[in-house]
């Protein structure tokens, strides 16, 4: 079944576009577009229509991610069109809550950092009235986090695994080719199905 998903901030022009821009890049690479959509939106509407930040889009390029999304608003509809709405910050939280049709929604609403694996975050900070370092740490968070909630739709067998290797990649970027073969071979031989197999490819592709 396709999974639906939708990244939420107050004004949809950093956080929740860049883990769009993140969640999208890992998945196309995996071969994975016909299993989920990914999508983002705002709190607030006063940023409707703009791409994202010009900083926030700039840090992301040096990464290979291409940040195109448009900003929206959260609608009505998107509690019952999406399976997962992530907010990056207890604001974002109490503010979807407030949102939702009804508390039956609530189950969906998730904070970004619950998927964290790497960095000890409790939420993912606003970088727009900060400089190049804030941009920096929140891609870093962001990757940490979708690594994660990638790893959590994984089948539960082949998680732990499959954190140790995300653990590892995020790391170590500038890992030696022969690590990088050794860990493909491990991951080739673990018996896992295709799904997983792509998902852990998927990160040999941004050490490369």
Not at 88 to 102: C, F, G, T
Not at 137 to 158: I, M, N, W
Not at 180 to 189: K, L, P, Y
Request: charged letters at 25%.
């Amino acid at each position: 079944m396709m999974k639906k998903i939708l990244f939420v901030c107050l004004g949809n022009i950093c956080r929740s576009s860049t883990a769009e821009g993140v969640m999208l890049h890992l998945i196309k690479e995996a071969g994975l577009e016909k299993e989920f959509v990914i999508d983002s939106a705002g709190i607030l509407s006063y940023h409707q229509g703009e791409l994202p930040d010009s900083r926030m889009r700039a840090h992301a390029a040096r990464r290979g991610y291409q940040l195109i999304h448009r900003s929206r608003p959260v609608r009505t509809e998107d509690f019952y069109n999406f399976d997962l709405i992530i907010g990056m910050d207890d604001r974002n939280i109490d503010d979807l809550k407030e949102k939702a049709p009804s508390m039956e929604e609530w189950k969906k609403i998730h904070r970004m950092t619950e998927y964290c694996t790497r960095i000890p975050a409790d939420h993912v900070p606003d970088p727009y009235y900060g400089g190049a370092e804030g941009f920096e740490y929140v891609l870093d968070v962001l990757e940490d986090a979708c690594a994660g909630l990638l790893t959590s739709l994984a089948q539960p067998g082949v998680v732990s695994n499959l954190q140790l290797f995300f653990e590892y990649c995020f790391n170590r970027r500038n890992v030696l080719e022969s690590n990088r073969a050794f860990f493909e071979v491990t991951f080739c031989n673990l018996g896992v199905n295709d799904f997983v197999d792509q998902v852990a490819y998927t990160f040999f592709g941004i050490l490369r």
